[in-house]
């Protein structure tokens, strides 16, 4: 099958792998009806996470199931949604909630517990590991209009929710959003859904802000820095708002967090950081800043969000801006490091 | 009057200084009838926290109202407690209970918004700006007796409590608290009246860990750095806790909550940290620890504990192991530094 490689930084295409097939009595394979990329995909494409060995890519796909493993409750044609991260959804972290922590689970595109290389979502199929605890039945019909839908749960639009659910963003809550893209408009929406009377959007690409404000946005800042920052203070009657949600991951955009959130209140941290150690001692202290977020359990998620998306409730598919085919994979990496494009679906 | 006085790391004592007056409409002026020696006042007597110009000491005082301005509610003759910053009570940030960080607040032995010098708590006499805002009224006979348990009030038992609030312990919880000073100690104590099941103190002072065991701990780790954290592991089932109370302060206590505190899990710090950059980036974000706590809003709490030390139910004082007249105060601090005593309750 054909299967989305990074090679070494900016180097990115389609390599023949062999058809996955089930080698787990808990594993399932999956036909990939759709895939997405990712922003966090561009830190590796950008060279900025360090690799040795060439990279299997992608963690957002849905599709159908073609084969299972003796144990899987899932059965063959059963369309389904991934989380970003495979897991067993019964370990103490799932328990609590923390799917994206689960004991047994790991990253798509790395290897699992015996070494075995892991296929990514940019692929044609994918052998999903402990598949009853990763993959999600849709259990409806799988329209062209409810397809992007559903992709942007298998992250995005989880994201976005974790970051809005760790800030406690509660009805009439003010809120600043940092960063325009795909995961930044996703926290925009879950915001407004947790009720936020006001939504501070940081971005400069008007394209972007647009569809932003469509989600929930009130305001727009488009400078950055200390000009970003006394802007966001000026709107605030100088306090800064009680929720920062950080969708970006840069050490900047972390000083901007801390430059807008007022003292008391909470930055909720969605964007991967690219940093290890920063402002973490008085800053925070004596502020009384509270720090939360991180790698979202979308298992843990799907199921509260799954209804929203099925009824056209609510309609995270719209950060998907192009669609191209599995064979233009290049394509769709260059045009999103490029920022020509917000989110591209990817079709096998 | 006599005040005490910093005038270079670890020497402290006695001077004179004018008997405090009314300045503004809002201020009071306080006789000390208690005071105590905090951890925190060490920071400054080890030369950890610079400074160049001596400072006046102590910001945990209780004590009767002997003058107030034209527009104080509180009278002559109050007996009050103080909160360890004062505050308005009124701004944004207090109304938020963040008394703690009052845009118009500050600390005692700073300077006042006029440039002016601050008396510190362990002195005869202390002016206090916005006292309606900062003290608190007891109401009740004070005896012998209750006087450390209100004394503890004006900091580390509020400080305590601010770490397991911050927290979100809840009934059944299971934390680590790390540090046997009266911090730690106070917040063994606010974890287990908050329902906490599990509360494993580290500390390697046996009458302070002991102490603890009293207050809620049911169970001790005396071992430090990578030691103490495989032996909390192993008392956890290898997972750590969900909540982690950081009492001390240095990086290393940092760590040491990083080393214990489960995926998902929180923690609060309520030791001043020491450091200004540390592990900030993935260490946290991968593992969705979340990290809160600061300054603890003493004042905001004060209305809550009071009853419960008027009525006996909470005996906070207990931390105060030793009473040294104001004359020895340079004994006091020699004796807390040297860890001879747990905190010094210090009389005028």
């Known amino acids: 099958m054909r299967a989305t490689v990074l090679t070494a930084p900016g180097r990115v295409g389609l390599e023949q792998r062999p058809d996955p097939v089930v080698l787990e ?23 900025d996470n360090a690799f040795d060995e060439p990279r299997r890519m992608g963690h957002e796909f849905v599709g159908r199931i073609v084969s299972v493993g003796s144990s899987v409750r899932l059965a063959p044609g059963d369309f389904v949604l991934s989380a970003f991260k495979f897991g067993d959804n019964t370990c103490p972290a799932c328990r609590d ?17 015996e070494g075995r290389e892991l296929d990514g979502g940019q692929g044609e199929r994918v052998r999903v590991p402990l598949a009853d605890g990763t993959l999600v039945r849709v259990g ?14 298998t992250d ?16 009439g809550a003010d809120a600043v959003v940092i960063g325009d893209g795909a995961v930044g408009l996703m926290s925009v ?25 469509e989600f929930g946005a ?58 290890t150690d920063g402002p973490v001692g008085r800053t925070l202290f004596i502020r009384n ?26 309609d995270p598919g719209r950060v998907f801006d192009r669609e191209m085919a599995l064979d233009d994979i290049a394509e769709a990496y260059r045009a999103m490091d490029a920022r020509e494009a917000l989110k591209v679906l990817i079709r096998p």
């Not at 800043?289 to 609510?314: H, K, Q, W």
Request: with cysteine; aromatic share 6%; glycine share 14%.
């Open 97 to 113: 909630g923390f799917t994206s922590n689960c004991a047994h689970g790991g990253y798509w595109g790395a290897v699992d517990g």
């Open 218 to 275: 009130t305001d727009v800042v488009a400078e950055r820095g200390d000009e970003g920052i006394a802007r966001v203070r000026e709107l605030t009657g100088g306090d800064g708002t009680h929720v920062v949600l950080e969708a970006v991951g840069h050490l900047p955009a972390y000083e901007q967090a801390l430059g807008v959130v007022r003292d008391g209140g909470t930055i909720s941290r969605v964007g991967v950081p690219q940093y």
């Open 289 to 314: 800043v509270t720090l939360t977020g991180g790698v979202a359990p979308v298992r843990s998620y799907i199921d509260e969000l799954l209804p929203d998306v099925l009824s056209g409730a609510v």
């Open 189 to 213: 929406l879950s915001a407004a859904r947790k009720g936020a009377s006001r939504i501070i959007l940081m971005g400069r690409h008007t394209a972007r802000t647009d569809l932003g404000v």
């Open 25 to 47: 009595p808990t594993d399932a394979v999956v036909e990939v009806v759709a895939a997405a990329v990712c922003g966090s995909d561009l830190w590796w494409f950008r060279g």
């Open 156 to 171: 995005v639009m989880a994201t976005g929710v974790h970051a809005a659910r760790c800030a406690g963003v509660v009805p």
């Open 140 to 153: 409806a019909t799988v329209t062209e209009e409810l397809l992007p839908h559903l992709l942007a749960l």
